[in-house]
């Protein structure tokens, strides 16, 4: 907990002067979209991946360009993507070579739909806020099978054969719909996942020690977006469904930022 107090502190002492501060002055807010998205080339990293077929294929694409079309009436002045900011130099390199007409853009949902909505909306460049943290808590599993915590144990199965049921009702899906599903409220359905998880192992040694990572993660994305923004910005954040939940309270609670759905667009 003092782990994630602290990367609260630093993070949110780091942002300009210039950002919310100004934003709140001005009576200006920086409007901020949260579109969650599966992961277009199917993930391989989450605790339960993604089956899609080729997104590259022409109806696909052509499902694609309805949904750009639709996000380009929120005309965003920045687009923020799940990536590290250390990345921004290279994909930035790239979206400069595809404007070009010398890159061809790859399956994943970074380039479909970020690095082509940026070239609908004549952006320069688009800009990471991920944060590389790597979320074991394989420890706290193997604690629970140790210690006999099968309620705990039952309970995180139970919740990915629902996520599980989940995608497989999903597939051959149009996008557009999709998208809408993952984005309709409660954002939250399988988020108490991650509390089972803590609650793993002893007082002093609990599975909290390792999802810790999971919340500093989100809290860092949401403090590196409010660091590129300026007062009366838009900015449309694609990332994987599975933060919309943490990145909208965050957003919610802060000052200084407005929340705007999707679903408009998308309906």
């Known amino acids: 907990m003092l782990r994630v107090c602290l990367v609260a502190i630093l993070s949110l002492a780091s942002i300009s002067g210039v950002t919310n501060a100004a934003a709140q002055e001005n009576n200006e807010p920086v409007k901020?979209?949260?579109?969650?998205?599966?992961?277009?080339?199917?993930?391989?990293?989450?605790?339960?991946?993604t089956d899609v077929d080729d997104m590259?294929?022409?109806h696909r694409q052509a499902e694609i360009d309805d949904v750009l079309t639709r996000l380009e009436a929120f005309a965003s002045d920045k687009i923020m993507l799940e990536m590290g900011p250390a990345d921004e130099a290279k994909f930035n390199a790239n979206y400069e070579a595809y404007l070009k007409g010398e890159f061809e853009l790859g399956v994943n949902e970074r380039q479909q739909l970020g690095m082509k909505l940026a070239a609908?909306?004549?952006?320069?460049?688009?800009?990471?806020?991920?944060?590389?943290?790597?979320?074991?808590?394989?420890?706290?599993?193997?604690?629970?099978?140790?210690?006999?915590?099968?309620?705990?144990?039952?309970?995180?199965?139970?919740?990915?054969?629902?996520?599980?049921?989940?995608?497989?009702?999903?597939?051959?899906q149009?996008?557009?719909?999709?998208?809408?599903?993952?984005?309709?409220?409660?954002?939250?359905?399988?988020?108490?996942?991650?509390?089972?998880?803590?609650?793993?192992?002893?007082?002093?040694?609990?599975?909290?020690?390792?999802?810790?990572?999971?919340?500093?993660?989100?809290?860092?994305?949401?403090?590196?977006?409010a660091q590129y923004a300026e007062?009366?910005?838009?900015?449309?954040?694609?990332?994987?469904?599975?933060?919309?939940?943490?990145l909208h309270q965050f957003f919610e609670e802060?000052?200084?930022?407005?929340l705007v759905s999707p679903l408009p667009y998308l309906e």
Not at 254 to 258: D, I, S
């Open 254 to 258: 802060a000052r200084g930022f407005e």
């Open 32 to 49: 901020v979209m949260v579109l969650g998205t599966f992961h277009f080339n199917g993930g391989g990293q989450d605790v339960v991946n």
């Open 174 to 225: 149009p996008l557009r719909e999709w998208l809408i599903d993952l984005n309709s409220p409660p954002f939250g359905a399988n988020h108490y996942g991650y509390l089972t998880i803590a609650q793993m192992g002893t007082v002093g040694d609990s599975g909290a020690e390792q999802i810790i990572d999971w919340w500093e993660r989100n809290l860092v994305m949401f403090a590196h977006t």
């Open 120 to 172: 609908r909306l004549g952006h320069d460049k688009l800009y990471g806020m991920d944060h590389d943290n790597f979320l074991d808590f394989r420890p706290a599993l193997a604690a629970a099978k140790e210690l006999g915590q099968d309620r705990l144990l039952n309970e995180r199965e139970a919740m990915i054969e629902n996520i599980v049921a989940r995608i497989d009702s999903k597939k051959g």
């Open 56 to 58: 590259l294929s022409p």
């Open 231 to 246: 007062p009366g910005d838009k900015i449309l954040i694609i990332v994987g469904s599975g933060h919309k939940y943490l």
